[in-house]
């Protein structure tokens, strides 16, 4: 069972409607590499999984993405403003102005509509652990990547919050990754000789040697001295 608090993870504000920012924002809404993607992805994933304490923790990330998705869509429909205004846009999506009348919709910034193609489950623990590490960074890179093209000070501090929560979600998979070292496509590393082989195909130059492979793991990150 789901259920929806009315106030919001973080407070969501913006200095000023910039609809062409906001057409770049649906990245992080119905993108590849977007909130809702990540949501479903977990939840998705949490459905076969046996062990309790993992399972609970894909759910609880994968609802709080779907809290991230709300403060998106609230900054997104903050940022189009009150005025249909298509001649405003010098690029990206222009549907919101011309089909969605305003309201954030499924899409990336390109105008695409979001897809289940986005969502990566395979039924093996370590491999989707390892897939939502790699979503979770890939999602801070496009929150990067947007904060440094707007100086609206409202969306830049909701932005900095979505990216501080993206790190601690990485932190936490690579925690539950640290868990299952000898599950799933974990117990097939390293089995025979061609596993440790490393074949230098760009000459001149040799600078890997041969892999010895172990399954992935991660040092806890240290912990900030308490102030």
């Known amino acids: 069972m789901f259920k929806h608090?009315?106030?919001?993870?973080?407070?969501?504000?913006?200095?000023?409607?910039?609809?062409?920012?906001?057409?770049?924002?649906?990245?992080?809404?119905g993108g590849s590499n977007g909130e809702l993607k990540a949501g479903l992805q977990y939840i998705a994933q949490s459905f076969r999984i046996k062990?309790?304490?993992?399972?609970d923790l894909f759910l609880d990330i994968g609802a709080e993405e779907l809290s991230h998705m709300e403060m998106v869509a609230t900054m997104i429909n903050m940022l189009n403003g009150h005025?249909?205004?298509?001649?405003?846009?010098?690029?990206?999506?222009?549907?919101?102005h011309v089909l969605g009348g305003l309201a954030p919709l499924y899409t990336d910034a390109s105008g695409f509509p979001w897809t289940g193609v986005y969502v990566n489950c395979t039924?093996?623990?370590?491999?989707?652990?390892?897939?939502?590490?790699?979503?979770?960074?890939?999602?801070?890179?496009?929150?990067?990547?947007?904060?440094?093209?707007?100086?609206?000070?409202g969306v830049r501090e909701t932005i900095d919050f979505?990216?501080?929560?993206?790190?601690?979600?990485?932190?936490?998979?690579?925690?539950?990754?640290?868990?299952?070292?000898?599950?799933g496509?974990?117990?097939?590393?390293?089995?025979?000789?061609?596993?440790?082989?490393?074949?230098?195909?760009?000459?001149?130059g040799k600078f890997f040697e041969h892999p010895f492979p172990t399954p992935p793991s991660f040092a806890n990150p240290n912990q900030a001295p308490m102030q």
Do not use: C, W
């Open 162 to 183: 979505l990216l501080n929560r993206e790190e601690a979600h990485n932190a936490l998979f690579r925690e539950a990754l640290n868990k299952v070292q000898n599950d």
């Open 5 to 29: 608090e009315k106030p919001m993870l973080h407070p969501v504000k913006v200095d000023a409607p910039n609809p062409q920012y906001a057409a770049m924002l649906q990245e992080q809404l």
């Open 185 to 204: 496509s974990n117990k097939d590393f390293g089995v025979t000789e061609d596993s440790r082989l490393y074949f230098d195909l760009s000459t001149p």
């Open 51 to 55: 062990d309790q304490e993992i399972k």
């Open 123 to 153: 039924g093996d623990l370590p491999a989707d652990i390892l897939s939502n590490i790699a979503a979770e960074q890939r999602a801070k890179v496009v929150y990067e990547y947007l904060y440094r093209q707007i100086n609206d000070k």
């Open 83 to 96: 005025d249909l205004e298509a001649d405003a846009m010098s690029g990206g999506s222009i549907q919101a």
